[in-house]
């Protein structure tokens, strides 16, 4: 069984363009607001905290699949529940859907990675999901 | 044989993330300015006049999926490749990608609906492919 | 006795920049939120029943003054204090508070219309503050 | 006499909010990408060069005080005019102006610092001007 957590979004006159309805990358601007918020309702401790213990400095998309379903506009209250699908060795498999009260507005599902800076260079390089973390959403689930 | 576009984007500061990447919302940001610059350089006209002869108030998703490949930061220019790789009776289907030089950065696939708003109340509704579009796009093709 | 409604703001990773700490333009896209919800707490109906009874398509700004005072990250929570300090005919002042519990993150006083469409062309024109939208703010503050 | 780079932005449909204009938060990511391109314009190296040299991590805002004049929306050019006014000891005050063909948009002054990273703890500092970088500048502006 999946631990689901909820994010909660009001949806605002400036995240609408001029057809009157959210601007689709506003939706990846909340999916990743939701991201982080279901790893703190898990108890993983602050960003800042798990890139001085463990070096995360993010955890950026490998890919990300998206169904826009219906439009949504300002005055809008967005429920994104958010879960984690799959643990793999280097990534994880996370997935959403984004309602106003039962109407389904759109279906995502990504693969992310738990990121490092390189130390030979810029860029950033794929971790090993850290086994503390995974242990913390999967004792999370179990309670759940 | 399908006419690419190429949109430049130059990535800036507040683009980028505490990572020190570009933050992913930003992308599809520019894959969308991207999309409406294919159907430019077709010569179709600004979306105001489209809006005023045809109805249509936008070409919203239907779905989408990217694969990231590389991290892009600031200081950056890429170059988003764009061209319609089918086109269908009520929607289609708008390819991209983004590169810096020769390095692919991102691949993306999406299907786009032209939309008009609701007669029976809010929301959009999608229209059947406008033959003008469609022409114009694919007569820049057969030159291309 | 000025009424002062209250916007509350989480701050996501995605809202700050590479120095860790919120991107300005960002704080702008707030206080456009904390200015619709006074409102809203007035009782002022949501803006697209003003758009169909009033004209009203915004309240764009006439002009903006803002001071950073201290820079806020991810994981803050900050409360958006926001009051209208002045009607005036045609136009109106607004101001506002931004703090992380005791601390004041920026104070920003800015002058807005409420606009209409233009009816001689594209663009948008001021028009008088409606009585009844500054009548519902002053029986609101006057029971505050 | 001073310097003025010219800093160019094309008004994307996602830009604008359903009033059909530009969202003014939008003009502030404008703002601060023209602030940079300024010191780019006078030879000073990319932000990872003097973040690694002088321990700078951004130029945020002290305050910034904003005049719209005019309305702007999707397809326009924007020319964006920006100087240095004047060299502080620990700040500098930059000015901008957003023209559309002679039309002026908006007129705004800043006042930013040059900052460093805390040692005792998190969040950020004022650094003196750093020489090299105002020698640059004026240096450029002697030849201009």
Same mark, same amino acid.
């Given at each position: 069984?999946?631990?689901?957590?909820?994010?909660?979004?009001?949806?605002?006159?400036?995240?609408?363009?001029?057809?009157?309805i959210?601007?689709?990358?506003?939706?990846?601007?909340?999916?990743?607001?939701?991201?982080?918020?279901?790893?703190?309702?898990?108890?993983? /401790?602050?960003?800042?905290?798990?890139?001085?213990?463990?070096?995360?400095?993010?955890? /950026?998309?490998?890919?990300?699949?998206?169904?826009?379903?219906?439009?949504?506009?300002?005055?809008?209250?967005?429920?994104?529940?958010?879960?984690?699908r799959?643990?793999?060795?280097?990534?994880?498999?996370?997935?959403?859907?984004?309602?106003?009260?039962?109407?389904?507005?759109?279906?995502?599902?990504?693969?992310?990675?738990?990121?490092a800076?390189?130390?030979?260079? /810029?860029?950033?390089?794929?971790?090993?999901?850290?086994?503390?973390?995974?242990?913390?959403?999967?004792?999370?689930?179990?309670?759940?």
């Open positions: 069984m999946s631990h689901t957590a909820v994010y909660t979004v009001n949806v605002e006159f400036g995240d609408c363009d001029p057809a009157g959210v601007w689709f990358p506003n939706f990846f601007r909340w999916l990743d607001a939701a991201s982080r918020h279901y790893f703190i309702t898990c108890g993983v /401790p602050r960003w800042e905290t798990t890139r001085d213990s463990l070096g995360i400095i993010g955890t /950026p998309l490998v890919n990300t699949q998206t169904r826009f379903v219906q439009s949504a506009t300002y005055g809008d209250t967005l429920a994104i529940h958010v879960s984690v799959e643990w793999r060795r280097k990534s994880f498999v996370q997935t959403y859907e984004v309602r106003r009260g039962e109407a389904l507005i759109l279906a995502c599902e990504e693969v992310r990675v738990f990121a800076q390189r130390e030979d260079g /810029p860029g950033i390089r794929a971790l090993p999901v850290p086994s503390e973390i995974r242990a913390l959403c999967e004792n999370f689930e179990a309670l759940a």
